[in-house]
């Protein structure tokens, strides 16, 4: 048997639809967006495990025969465009491991760290802005969309002039609407393109300088460069921006939680992670043979979506897992990924939430949703998890 995923329904009740596979069926077959079928795995055991099992691929050439494969099974036009392409996240050891030692030899922590400043700045002047309009705001599309897409272009080193139409064109890609998205991804390759080549002619000391820089020995092709880039910016965007406006959304409806945030930001975030999870189902993977998994075989050559999200949620590993609640130490949540591909990005987006809440909840201790919590809307993204407009109205700035 199927579950249907991905419907309006599904959307807006994601964490009761994967309670009930977890209980029912946690292992079980779905149709993909492109009609390809997907085996999704919903138990934490089960899901950690597999993140480690190297019987499950990513490799990128296999992965997209294999989509395409399927999709002309399934009778649909085989239409796949270049998305995370090749970079490290669809890629095995050994390229995974040449790929991801040759970004973290430059994306380090004193590198995030130093975003710090410029991530508060940024951040009160987001929150000013809001401030001056009249009326209910949306805090997703000005707040929690922009910060992330502003952070990334700091990091890569998109010149301040070329900010606002970078934002647009990142802030299109978001929009889950193909004529939106593929014009503007265009635009993006084309202009990351041209900025490879001027930060390779002229270096800087932002990121993209310092991949681009000839060394001795081992270092990314401009291609690579170019994927790389393009991974950093989705999946350091959506991710971050559904982390904060799930935040926000909490920091609204549990009135106690703005204390708890100002006193412990960091168990805050954690606790959040767990629990709205931005990122519902890891990225494809394929398996190579046949795994056996919460009692079901998956046949070799199958595509397989592992819910972190779920994982998160699941009762057997976090008891009343619907709670917020910091006691209970969030700490092996899988809300990053685990093993291989764990997040590279994590302690960017952990500065990130940190500094965005924090400021919020101390400027704006009497803001409230315009509408009912249980009627924002839930953003239609296959694989993530998130709110797509949070109109609030701020009240009176502390
Ligand atoms: C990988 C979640 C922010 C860069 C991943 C994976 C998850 C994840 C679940 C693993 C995917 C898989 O195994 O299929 C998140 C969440 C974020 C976030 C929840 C925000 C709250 C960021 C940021 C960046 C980033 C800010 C960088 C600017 C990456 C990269 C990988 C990755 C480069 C691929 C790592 C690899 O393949 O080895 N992220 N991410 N992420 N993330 Fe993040």
Redesign the pocket.
Known sequence: MTREMFTEHYFAHVHEFMATARAEEPVFLTTSVSGVPTWVVTRYDDVRAL?TDDRLS?DSERLTELLRAKMIEAGREPQLHAGFGK???N?DPPD?TRL?LL?AKD?TARRVARLRPFTEQLTDNLLAALATEDGPVDVVDGFAVAL?AMV?SE?LGVPAADRHEFQAWTGALLTGDPAEYMPANDAVVAYLNRLIAAKTAEPGDDLLSAMTKAEEGDRLSPDEVLAMAL??LI??HE??A??ISAGIRRLLTEPELAEKLLADPAAVVEEL?RID???ML??S?FTTSDVEVGGVTIPAGELVA?S?GSANRDEERFPNSAEFDLERGARGH????H????????P??RL??EVALTAFARQFPDARLAVPAEELPHRRATIMNGYSEMPLVLGARA
Not at 334 to 337: A, E, L, Q
């Open positions: 993140l990513k970079s490290m996240l890629a995974h991801r970004l994306f992330p990334i990091l991974l950093l999946a350091g991710t971050t559904n982390l992670l999870s931005p990122v890891a990225t993977r592992l972190v899988v809300g990053f990924g093993g291989l591909h764990h997040c590279l990005g994590a960017l987006a990130e939430a």
